[in-house]
């Protein structure tokens, strides 16, 4: 059994690619939960929904996250009412976009969940309702909550993940996260990690992607317990992340954005970093953080250039395991 710890629209690329080339009933994605909001009273996965789309290959492909073929006419109609909205209320946000056919999955999740459902259940549900073979999991039942301090109108404040990602489009300098809720918070998943043949840390933001699930209780000791194992694809290629603000989060948290960084960051959880042939120069660099180095093409412009990108991280997590017998 393969597992994939898993981000948004990254990691659900990556996966894609991996169900290609293995038996999807062998592969098991654990998703970050951070990123979940409620609004309009509903209740919104947007990682879980950004990978199960993919993999069902319904994702709008240029955006990376909503269904393909969107229409938004139930967005376009909030705006009526955002125009009354008393002050101080927060009915009728029209900040983050829900498309009409998505609407359908957050209705679903939403219902279910108040019937008692675990969240685990209803990914589930989803899953099997768009056909996948592959396991889905969110990374706990319980609620966390990504929480993001922001500079903003020269002080500090704290918001949550959506708001400073999509509200602010993660254009304000960031001083510090947190994970509300991660302490008491239970993993699903442990055992898929103990048990698996090769683990998987997807290309992600390592701080509020990946970051949430290794903040749960007993996940980096599993991970560290079988770190031969376990392979993780860097998001930063030549200094830069291929999407969204890790880059720049990184930097202003004190981390350095390179592969190196990112080799720091994992060294103590995972075998083997892939890094993409542009820091082809910097392999003695992250071998000197005590990982193995694979230098690949990790841009995953392609259906072909995935499907490869997959092929040598599993490769590279099997030699790993050889490594230790
Ligand atoms: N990202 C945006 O940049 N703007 C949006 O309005 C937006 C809406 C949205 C709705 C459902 C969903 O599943 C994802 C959505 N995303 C949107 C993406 C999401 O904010 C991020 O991709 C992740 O949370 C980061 O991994």
Redesign the pocket.
């Given at each position: 059994m393969i597992t994939v710890l898993a981000?948004?629209?990254g990691a659900a690329r990556f996966l894609r690619g991996l169900l290609m080339t293995v038996d999807p009933s062998r592969v098991t994605a654990v998703v970050?939960t951070g990123?979940d909001t409620e609004l309009h009273g509903l209740s919104?996965?947007?990682?879980i929904?950004?990978v199960t789309y993919t993999a069902a290959g319904a994702i709008d492909p240029e955006?990376?996250?909503?269904l393909v073929d969107e229409s938004w006419t139930a967005m376009e109609n909030l705006a009526r009412y955002a125009a009354v909205r008393p002050a101080g209320s927060a009915a009728a946000p029209d900040?983050?976009?829900?498309?009409d056919r998505?609407l359908a999955t957050h209705f679903y999740r939403t219902a279910r969940l108040r019937e008692g459902a675990t969240l685990s259940e209803v990914t589930d549900e989803i899953a099997r309702a768009w056909g996948l073979a592959v396991r889905i999991v969110p990374m706990t039942d319980h609620r966390v909550r990504t929480m993001i301090d922001i500079v903003e109108d020269g002080g500090v404040t704290t918001v949550g993940?959506?708001e400073y990602?999509?509200k602010r489009?993660h254009a304000v300098p960031v001083t510090g996260i947190r994970f509300d809720g991660a302490n008491d918070a239970k993993p699903t998943f442990i055992e898929t990690i103990t048990s698996a043949e090769a683990v998987i840390i997807a290309p992600s933001?390592p701080l509020v992607?990946i970051g949430p699930i290794r903040a749960l209780d007993g996940v980096d000791h599993a991970l560290t317990a079988h770190r031969e194992r376990v392979v993780a694809i860097s998001p930063i290629v030549a200094g830069a992340a291929l999407k969204?603000p890790a880059d720049r989060m990184l930097a202003e948290l004190g981390f350095e954005a390179s592969v190196v960084g990112v080799a720091r960051m994992y060294a103590p959880v995972c075998g083997t970093l892939v890094i993409d042939e542009r820091d082809a120069a910097r392999r003695a660099e992250v071998e000197a953080c005590g990982v193995r180095c694979v230098v690949a093409d990790t841009v995953m412009r392609t259906p072909d250039v995935t499907r490869l990108l997959a092929d040598i991280t599993l490769t590279a997590a099997h030699e790993g395991a050889q490594h230790v017998r």
């Open positions: 981000g948004g629209i970050n990123d919104i996965s947007p990682d929904d950004t955006r990376g996250w909503g900040w983050f976009n829900l498309g998505d993940f959506q990602f999509v489009r933001n992607s969204g």
